[in-house]
């Protein structure tokens, strides 16, 4: 039995109500990883020597997205970035959600609270390059 994997089977939706939806599969995305900030569980010693297991509940993570300069994706990601910052409305910072679809694993994560980190640097070369989007998830779930 072999195990598979497909990149081109994985799907990624990012959407913000105010800015619209961007199928990142579709338009230029190229890696992602998605990384789970928080522990799940911690151990504290008490002064006797006893362990004492404390399990946590942190859903937090960060979701790195390299896309290539100039894509769809990437003036998308653009277009988001600057309608956060110049937002006077501050309620509306934290509505993108990035669902991720992995048919050929069988999952789906669901990252909600999603805000960029920072805007990503600007490369300029000879030749095209990826740009690296680092976005703060307040929840992601497996599901």
Same mark, same amino acid.
């Given at each position: 039995?072999?195990?598979?994997y497909?990149?081109? @089977? /994985?799907?990624?939706?990012?959407?913000?109500?105010? $800015?619209g939806?961007a199928?990142?599969?579709? +338009?230029?995305?190229?890696?992602? $990883?998605?990384?789970?900030? !928080? @522990?799940?569980?911690?151990?504290?010693?008490?002064? =006797? !020597? *006893?362990?004492?297991?404390n399990?946590?509940?942190? &859903?937090?993570?960060?979701i *790195?997205? &390299?896309?290539?300069?100039?894509?769809?994706? =990437?003036?998308?990601?653009r277009?988001? +970035?600057k309608?956060?910052?110049?937002?006077?409305?501050? @309620?509306?910072?934290?509505?993108?959600?990035?669902?991720? *679809?992995d048919?050929?694993?069988?999952? /789906?994560?669901? +990252?909600? !609270?999603v805000?960029?980190?920072?805007?990503? =640097?600007?490369?300029? @070369?000879?030749?095209? /390059?990826?740009?690296?989007? *680092?976005?703060?998830?307040?929840s992601?779930? &497996?599901?």
């Amino acid at each position: 039995m072999y195990n598979v994997y497909s990149l081109a @089977d /994985t799907k990624a939706v990012l959407y913000h109500p105010y $800015v619209g939806t961007a199928n990142l599969h579709l +338009c230029g995305r190229g890696r992602m $990883v998605v990384s789970f900030a !928080g @522990d799940m569980s911690a151990h504290t010693m008490t002064a =006797d !020597g *006893t362990v004492i297991i404390n399990r946590l509940k942190a &859903e937090n993570g960060i979701i *790195t997205l &390299e896309v290539p300069q100039n894509s769809i994706a =990437d003036d998308f990601l653009r277009k988001w +970035c600057k309608y956060l910052r110049n937002t006077s409305r501050p @309620d509306f910072f934290h509505l993108t959600t990035l669902t991720v *679809t992995d048919q050929a694993g069988g999952f /789906t994560l669901l +990252c909600s !609270g999603v805000t960029p980190q920072k805007i990503p =640097d600007r490369t300029f @070369d000879r030749s095209s /390059t990826n740009l690296t989007y *680092t976005l703060l998830a307040a929840s992601i779930t &497996e599901q």
